[in-house]
């Protein structure tokens, strides 16, 4: 009894301290309600949604690439993660949200100071913490970043590709989002810019990053010919590439509906839009192909359901199901001949896609909202903003100067931070190591590893005196 006693005031005391010290007070003075909660809940289930999205793109990339760098793969794709998470927490989201910082470039809180006032400012999200939204946002900057991957698969040196993770999401990735997001330049327009969930803020950024990356670091050995015309270099799994293209597929659920930022009903409404322009575009995407070669293609297939989904990231807010249904179909039909055009014209190897479905299909989403935008997303502040819904061409044009905008810095800022790269360091394994391989180059230990102990015999392989009996000690 006297020890329940002497416990009871022990925590009392320590209650009694914590609601009257300056962090107990702030939190009575500002008591989230149920809503705020649900809210907050809601927006961290939707980030370990993105957050699983990373191993969606590791299978698709391993599966559409050959067996000899799986593991190298799977190693950029872990480490645009944990690199990405750093950085951002570093600096990055304060140059994406800092208050105190201009139109182009924010500042205020390094090292993400969970000092600050425990709601937002509520001009942006005042019903979530800087907790959640960190949570949240740290995610899309890892999803830039890993796009990149694919396109510089098999014959980029794993130091060079850390280096630009880092770069990227601590500088890049949080500048484009200060510019909207954040509520810099392209918001501040008398016509502002419309991105729901970021068909131009996170995959034109990777895609473009991929374009110039692919560009500097040139093609695979064996990609072309001596006249100049494309292999096919062929992926080891075709599986993987389908069970990536799945688990992608499902997180993009956290993706376009956790950008509501809210649990409210528009919530379901813009899960089923995503998911019409998804099936759209792995429909179109399939006839297309089809068409194209006399084959139904099982990884072009896959690439269609991603261009869908790219596309509709940016107005599934904003369009009504059937102009989802069109804008992810039409993402399905340009995602084949942005490959075939990338690849026989351009001269450039992308061996996932990654440019077209990213960075082509993120600026045709961006741009369908100045077409079919029909209801207000919150960044369009009115209603019937689309070309074809009586909203003239304002917007259409805001988002075509969004979409050149984010290009060019995208593309200058990478291509100059490539090509230093490529002159200190270096960017591109040599012609021997790409031919061997670089799972075991570049980490030590093969992807696929048979069992090393198979050229040994049984006298071998048993002790001196011991048995094959397996035995429990006591």
């Not at 100071?113 to 949240?136: K, V, W, Y």
């Not at 500088?171 to 501040?188: A, C, E, K």
């Not at 351009?346 to 990213?358: L, R």
């Amino acid at each position: 009894m006297r020890r329940r006693l002497i416990t009871g005031a022990v925590l009392a005391g320590g209650a009694a301290l914590l609601v009257a010290s300056p962090a107990g007070a702030q939190e009575v003075a500002n008591e989230p309600s149920t809503q705020d909660i649900l809210d907050n809940l809601w927006v961290m289930i939707a980030g370990v949604l993105v957050l699983f999205m990373q191993a969606g793109f590791a299978l698709v990339e391993a599966g559409l690439t050959r067996g000899k760098n799986v593991a190298n793969i799977m190693m950029k794709n872990v480490m645009d993660l944990c690199a990405g998470v750093l950085a951002f927490f570093v600096i990055g989201y304060t140059i994406a949200y800092g208050e105190a910082g201009n139109s182009f470039f924010g500042w205020g809180n390094p090292f993400l100071s969970f000092d600050a006032p425990n709601f937002l400012d509520p001009e942006s999200a005042p019903h979530l913490t800087i907790g959640t939204n960190f949570f949240f946002q740290v995610a899309f900057a890892a999803t830039a970043a890993t796009i990149v991957s694919g396109a510089m698969a098999e014959r980029t040196k794993f130091k060079s590709y850390f280096f630009y993770s880092l770069f990227l999401t601590a500088f890049i990735y949080p500048t484009v989002v200060h510019w909207t997001w954040g509520g810099g330049w392209l918001s501040q327009r008398e016509v502002p810019f419309s991105d729901f969930a970021g068909s131009t803020i996170v995959h034109s950024v990777g895609g473009w990053a991929a374009l110039m990356g692919a560009l500097i670091l040139g093609p695979r050995l064996g990609k072309f010919t001596k006249d100049g015309k494309p292999r096919a270099i062929l992926g080891h799994s075709i599986p993987l590439v389908a069970l990536g293209t799945i688990i992608l597929f499902v997180g993009w659920f956290g993706f376009n509906p956790g950008s509501e930022l809210a649990a409210d009903l528009a919530v379901m409404d813009i899960a089923v839009i995503t998911l019409l322009a998804a099936a759209a575009g792995g429909v179109a995407g399939m006839t297309t192909i089809w068409l194209k070669s006399g084959k139904p293609d099982v990884g072009m297939t896959c690439n269609g359901i991603l261009a869908g989904l790219v596309s509709i990231t940016a107005g599934c807010g904003a369009f009504y199901n059937e102009a989802g249904i069109l804008v992810g179909a039409i993402g399905g039909v340009l995602v084949v001949f942005s490959v075939d055009f990338f690849e026989k014209v351009v001269k450039v190897d992308d061996p996932v896609g990654a440019i077209s479905v990213h960075g082509v299909c993120g600026a045709w989403g961006t741009l369908a909202i100045g077409l079919f935008a029909a209801k207000d997303d919150a960044f369009l502040g009115r209603e019937d903003a689309g070309l074809f819904y009586g909203g003239g061409f304002g917007q259409l044009i805001t988002q075509m100067v969004f979409v050149g905008a984010v290009f060019l810095f995208v593309t200058i800022t990478m291509g100059a931070l490539f090509m230093a790269l490529k002159a200190t360091i270096g960017l591109r394994v040599t012609p021997e190591e790409e031919i061997e391989g670089l799972d075991v180059l570049e980490h030590g230990s093969p992807g696929y590893a048979g069992d090393s102990l198979a050229g040994f015999s049984v006298s071998d392989l048993v002790p001196a005196g011991g048995s094959t009996t397996n035995k429990t000690e006591v």
